[in-house]
């Protein structure tokens, strides 16, 4: 008997090793744009938490830009009301570091010990750093593209498999696809929302949003009035109405617009939209200044706001896995970014085949050695001065004011908007 109660006690024991008791901890998600990323995040979601069953994600209601997004994580800082890890815009990574709002994830990084293992180099790192400091992890990464309808582009005398290399060529053609009528337009170029593609032609031409010190303004320089004269251009030569950002996307999958230039991002909502309605083709972006031009890096980057040890724990965890191979692998067919892990580009198990089958996505991956820096404009002032800036984009497009109005304007009111040392 008392060797029988041995057994039994020994039978328990092991019942209770081998069940794990889960203690359960909740994550609350916060992300941007859900258009882009709900599917995504859905996916990503998912899979963690199958290989992650002590760990629960639940997601706050998405934020419809980046800018909305930061708005909403800086009024519920230190509230209860704040989630436990949020995707941040990488040029908005700055207004974290400077009040303090993310967890420094150096010492986690540190505490891991090969983060290149993951795939995680120390380039791909630097993407959510501010100040040496590691914000966050870089999520989803993208450059501006070409979207083209090669079906317009044949119409007006195009070659759809050469398109246009240079903003003369693109100007020219989109004034031959206007010429078409029936309510066609020749160009979308997506300038709304915030100075992202402002950035696209200002760094194309070699140029820089501020000074090196961040005392003055430098986007009013040569590089920036070449960069407002093609958007004069684009709507004076070039056929681009005065579009909305929703606008501008259902007259594009409707065939109705020639060539639209945004986020490589986009391409998976565009590839939906368009569906059979004609043939859809993508190229790099032109530079003005092909010698000297960059592109800016758009995308966000996971952050994590949680201080409590354990939900901090089970947030590392996730960051990883969603910035990690599998979440990249997710992101990339999922919306069209580029990879922002190099062992998801590399890898045959994620994306090492999935460029040579599809051939839409590989003008982003071919400007990658182009990509730098989202410039993300110091002080409390960030939205602000984007804002001001798209504002006064638009009024180059509606022919309120010149390039050199609108581009001086612009530059005396961020220049108030800088913060003073």
Same mark, same amino acid.
């Given at each position: 008997?008392?060797?029988?109660?041995?057994?039994?006690?020994?039978?328990?024991?092991?019942?209770?090793?081998?069940?794990?008791?889960?203690?359960?901890?909740?994550?609350?998600?916060?992300?941007?744009?859900?258009?882009?990323?709900?599917?995504?995040?859905?996916?990503?979601?998912?899979?963690?938490?199958?290989?992650?069953?002590?760990?629960?994600?639940?997601?706050?209601?998405?934020?419809?830009?980046?800018?909305?997004?930061?708005?909403?994580?800086?009024?519920?800082?230190?509230?209860?009301?704040?989630?436990?890890?949020?995707?941040?815009?990488?040029?908005?990574?700055?207004?974290?570091?400077?009040?303090?709002?993310?967890?420094?994830?150096?010492?986690?990084?540190?505490?891991?010990?090969?983060?290149?293992?993951?795939?995680?180099?120390?380039?791909?790192?630097?993407?959510?750093?501010?100040?040496?400091?590691?914000?966050?992890?870089?999520?989803?990464?993208?450059?501006?593209?070409?979207?083209?309808?090669?079906?317009?582009?044949?119409?007006?005398?195009?070659?759809?498999?050469?398109?246009?290399?240079?903003?003369?060529?693109?100007?020219?053609?989109?004034?031959?696809?206007?010429?078409?009528?029936?309510?066609?337009?020749?160009?979308?170029?997506?300038?709304?929302?915030?100075?992202?593609?402002?950035?696209?032609?200002?760094?194309?031409?070699?140029?820089?949003?501020?000074?090196?010190?961040?005392?003055?303004?430098?986007?009013?320089?040569?590089?920036?009035?070449?960069?407002?004269?093609?958007?004069?251009?684009?709507?004076?030569?070039?056929?681009?109405?005065?579009?909305?950002?929703?606008?501008?996307?259902?007259?594009?999958?409707?065939?109705?617009?020639?060539?639209?230039?945004?986020?490589?991002?986009?391409?998976?909502?565009?590839?939906?939209?368009?569906?059979?309605?004609?043939?859809?083709?993508?190229?790099?972006?032109?530079?003005?200044?092909?010698?000297?031009?960059?592109? +800016?890096? $758009?995308?966000?980057? @996971? =952050?994590?706001? !949680?201080?409590?040890?354990?939900?901090?724990?089970? #947030?590392? /965890?996730? *960051?990883?896995?969603?910035?990690? +191979?599998? $979440?990249?692998?997710? @992101? =990339?067919?999922? !919306?069209?970014?580029?990879?922002?892990?190099?062992? #998801?580009? /590399?890898? *045959?198990?994620?994306?090492?085949?999935?460029?040579?089958?599809?051939?839409?996505?590989?003008?982003?991956?071919?400007?990658?050695?182009?990509?730098?820096?989202?410039?993300?404009?110091?002080?409390?002032?960030?939205?602000?001065?984007?804002?001001?800036?798209?504002?006064?984009?638009?009024?180059?497009?509606?022919?309120?004011?010149?390039?050199?109005?609108?581009?001086?304007?612009?530059?005396?009111?961020?220049?108030?908007?800088?913060?003073?040392?």
């Amino acid at each position: 008997m008392k060797h029988i109660t041995q057994i039994l006690a020994a039978t328990a024991i092991s019942m209770v090793v081998s069940v794990p008791a889960y203690a359960e901890t909740t994550l609350t998600v916060h992300y941007p744009m859900p258009g882009f990323f709900k599917d995504v995040m859905d996916t990503i979601s998912k899979k963690f938490m199958e290989e992650n069953p002590d760990i629960k994600i639940q997601f706050a209601a998405p934020s419809a830009t980046y800018e909305e997004g930061i708005q909403t994580i800086l009024r519920e800082a230190g509230t209860n009301e704040m989630p436990d890890v949020t995707f941040v815009g990488l040029n908005r990574l700055r207004m974290m570091e400077e009040r303090n709002v993310a967890v420094d994830l150096g010492p986690l990084v540190q505490k891991d010990g090969n983060m290149a293992a993951l795939g995680f180099s120390d380039t791909i790192l630097k993407l959510a750093q501010v100040k040496g400091k590691q914000v966050g992890l870089a999520f989803a990464t993208s450059n501006p593209i070409m979207y083209y309808n090669a079906d317009l582009v044949k119409a007006a005398g195009g070659d759809p498999n050469n398109p246009p290399k240079t903003w003369d060529e693109v100007i020219a053609l989109g004034g031959k696809i206007k010429a078409l009528g029936n309510g066609v337009d020749g160009i979308d170029f997506r300038w709304q929302g915030d100075d992202w593609m402002f950035s696209a032609l200002l760094f194309g031409a070699g140029g820089k949003m501020l000074s090196d010190d961040e005392t003055k303004v430098a986007f009013n320089g040569p590089e920036g009035q070449k960069a407002v004269d093609m958007i004069e251009r684009m709507v004076k030569e070039g056929g681009m109405p005065v579009f909305t950002k929703p606008a501008g996307e259902q007259a594009f999958a409707a065939g109705k617009v020639g060539f639209e230039f945004q986020t490589t991002g986009a391409l998976i909502n565009t590839i939906k939209n368009v569906g059979t309605k004609f043939d859809l083709r993508t190229a790099p972006i032109p530079l003005i200044d092909p010698t000297k031009g960059r592109l +800016p890096t $758009g995308g966000n980057a @996971v =952050v994590i706001l !949680t201080h409590d040890p354990a939900k901090e724990d089970a #947030a590392w /965890k996730f *960051a990883k896995f969603a910035a990690g +191979p599998y $979440g990249a692998s997710v @992101v =990339v067919p999922g !919306t069209g970014y580029v990879p922002n892990n190099e062992l #998801a580009a /590399k890898s *045959a198990d994620y994306l090492g085949d999935f460029y040579k089958k599809n051939a839409l996505f590989q003008a982003s991956l071919n400007q990658m050695p182009l990509m730098i820096p989202w410039y993300a404009f110091p002080g409390a002032n960030g939205v602000k001065v984007t804002q001001t800036i798209v504002d006064n984009l638009s009024r180059i497009v509606d022919g309120s004011a010149t390039p050199k109005e609108a581009l001086d304007d612009a530059a005396s009111d961020v220049e108030g908007m800088l913060p003073r040392s």
